[in-house]
């Protein structure tokens, strides 16, 4: 029994004696082990920085970017919607020449036409805010949809206005994706049922 676990151990202190003797600057003994190989230098037996391959960089996140810029009270760029603006311009799809698509909405109150107006006003204001931090114009695709895709009910339950809601209505959507396969840029909140 003992004979049997001599044997069995054999690899691992033809192994063992290797390590010992590349420690020691010494070439291992070549075996008639199938594990064994035998180089002409002391293969190394410890990672060394220099030695190291250094790991691949981290490619961006080249996904499609939507967000909302809440605009409540009107077309002007708040602290709120220029901090998310920021955001937007960091978000490594800006610097791909992907369109960048500007929805613009409002709540219902007031006729279609007036809503309409308020809804590319603040979605031309978005625009004009990121030509002026460096995005191309020509990227830019402004599309107005008036109080069409409300993200909030605009009334209670009880018909009385919903403040809340319609602050929330007031905004632009912004969608930056790759272009689509006829050149077109894709549409920002293009709801079929709407």
Request: proline share 11%; hydrophobic share 40%; aromatic share 2%.
């Amino acid at each position: 029994m003992t004979r049997i676990a001599a044997i069995a151990a054999l690899p691992l202190l033809l192994a063992l004696a290797a390590c010992e003797m590349r420690r020691e600057g010494e070439e291992a003994p070549a075996t008639d082990s199938p594990t064994a190989e035998s180089s002409a230098s002391p293969a190394a037996s410890i990672l060394r920085e220099e030695d190291a391959t250094p790991a691949p960089s981290p490619t961006p996140d080249l996904s499609s970017v939507d967000i909302t810029i809440p605009l409540p009270d009107g077309p002007e760029i708040g602290p709120r919607a220029e901090l998310l603006l920021l955001g937007l311009l960091e978000e490594p799809a800006m610097a791909q020449d992907w369109p960048v698509v500007l929805g613009g909405h409002t709540d219902s109150a007031g006729n279609d036409q007036a809503n309409l107006r308020a809804s590319r006003a603040r979605a031309e204001a978005v625009a004009a805010w990121l030509v002026e931090h460096g995005v191309a114009d020509a990227r830019i695709e402004v599309i107005a949809f008036g109080e069409q895709n409300p993200m909030a009910p605009n009334a209670l339950p009880d018909g009385s206005p919903n403040e809340a809601g319609r602050r929330s209505n007031r905004r632009v959507e912004v969608h930056v994706a790759p272009p689509t396969r006829d050149g077109a840029a894709p549409a920002a909140n293009a709801d079929d049922d709407a």
